[in-house]
């Protein structure tokens, strides 16, 4: 036997801590206080001693036995419990944070659209909708458009068959309105229109229009004037500034093109207004007498406006977006950033 007793303690303690199962504690068990253990052996000897040394180490080896003992009882209570907390845990952790799921937002089209539906609506006009293959009477000829003009070429247009294409501008919806209900009419018709356009930072073959017109008595310049400055302020904000200039239209006379002061530079000019301060936002005027013979009203006793928007232009003006593709490339990480936007 070469060590003491306080030696023994210390090292049987250190492997009782050590132990991590209670195969790996009885192991140690054994080693120290089992019947052929280091503790019991030592006891064993004190009988072999000097009888004045007796006394004291068989206390000595006593206590030892004692406080292993107590150690050897407290590890394997708390490897116990280990195990039966192991065993209660549940299989789902259910304090985990959850997953996310990927949620859709409304296509930032979508929301001018329904922006100006509810701009408009609030003023009166109701919503229609029209075909988007057209025949050229509705797409040209009631609108008073020339055999002539270039939007009636076949390099400009989609024919899907003789005098049969996809429209052109949203403008003929004016003339199934009018031709199927009398007036007063105060029609807003958002849609999506195809021209022979490459697809670049400012073009789209597909793109989409607002038409709006409102026909009725004594219906004025002032009106439409009147209308589009409601209509700028809430869709662009206060402290916006709109100009009109004298422009050409078929089916308007006079005909008008509305401007607001730059979004982006504040007027003070940048490359989005190429410089001049000022951003076209929409085409418009006052209906020609001839469309609305072309739908049997009377130009007499009624008259009216309309204007055409792109959509496409104002979220653009609106949001600063620098070219129009990203609108119909479907990109999510495009798309994500005007979840919030109104
Ligand atoms: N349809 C026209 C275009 O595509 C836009 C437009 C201009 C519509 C003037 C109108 C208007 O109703 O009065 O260019």
């Given at each position: 036997m070469s060590e003491s007793p306080r030696e023994t303690h210390e090292q049987a303690l250190r492997e009782i801590e050590a132990a991590e199962t209670p195969e790996h504690l009885e192991t140690v068990r054994r080693r120290y206080v089992g019947r052929k253990g280091e503790v019991t052996a030592s006891l064993?000897?004190?009988?072999?001693?000097?009888p004045a040394e007796r006394p004291a180490a068989g206390r000595a080896w006593n206590e030892v036995?004692?406080?292993?003992e107590g150690s050897l009882d407290a590890r394997r209570a708390a490897l116990e419990a280990k195990a039966a907390g192991?065993?209660?845990?549940?299989?789902?952790?259910?304090?985990?944070?959850?997953?996310?799921?990927?949620?859709g937002v409304p296509h930032v089209l979508r929301r001018t659209i329904d922006r100006l539906v509810e701009i408009f609506t609030r003023m009166g006009f109701w919503v229609a909708d029209g075909p988007e293959v057209e025949?050229?009477?509705?797409?040209?000829?009631?609108?008073?458009?020339?055999v002539d003009h270039p939007t009636r070429d076949e390099h400009d247009?989609?024919?899907?068959?003789?005098?049969?294409?996809?429209?052109?501008?949203?403008?003929?919806?004016?003339?199934?309105?009018?031709?199927?209900?009398?007036?007063?009419?105060?029609?807003?018709?958002?849609?999506?229109?195809?021209?022979?356009?490459s697809f670049d930072a400012s073009h789209s073959p597909f793109f989409f229009q607002m038409e709006g017109f409102h026909v009725a008595e004594n219906v004025t310049l002032g009106d439409l004037k009147g209308t589009l400055r409601e209509f700028v302020l809430r869709f662009f904000g206060r402290g916006v500034e709109m100009?009109?200039?004298?422009?050409?239209?078929p089916f308007t006379e006079p005909s008008l093109e509305l401007d607001i002061s730059c979004t982006v530079c504040g007027g003070a000019g940048c490359s989005v207004c190429k410089q001049t301060g000022w951003v076209e936002v929409l085409?418009?005027?006052?209906?020609?007498?001839?469309?609305?013979?072309?739908?049997?009203?009377?130009?007499?006793?009624?008259?009216?406006?309309?204007?055409?928007?792109?959509?496409?232009r104002i979220t653009m003006l609106r949001h600063r977006i620098p070219d129009i593709r990203y609108l119909y490339e479907n990109d999510v990480?495009?798309?994500?950033?005007?979840r919030g936007a109104p």
């Open positions: 064993r000897a004190v009988s072999g001693l000097d036995r004692k406080e292993i192991q065993a209660k845990r549940p299989a789902v952790d259910i304090s985990l944070p959850g997953r996310r799921p990927a949620c025949s050229e009477r509705y797409n040209f000829e009631a609108l008073n458009i020339p247009s989609f024919y899907l068959g003789p005098g049969v294409l996809l429209r052109t501008q949203m403008s003929p919806v004016q003339i199934h309105v009018m031709e199927k209900t009398p007036p007063p009419v105060r029609v807003i018709s958002p849609g999506r229109c195809y021209r022979r356009d100009r009109f200039r004298g422009s050409f239209f085409g418009c005027g006052m209906v020609h007498p001839q469309v609305l013979r072309n739908v049997g009203y009377d130009p007499e006793s009624v008259s009216g406006y309309a204007f055409g928007m792109g959509p496409d990480r495009f798309l994500h950033q005007f």
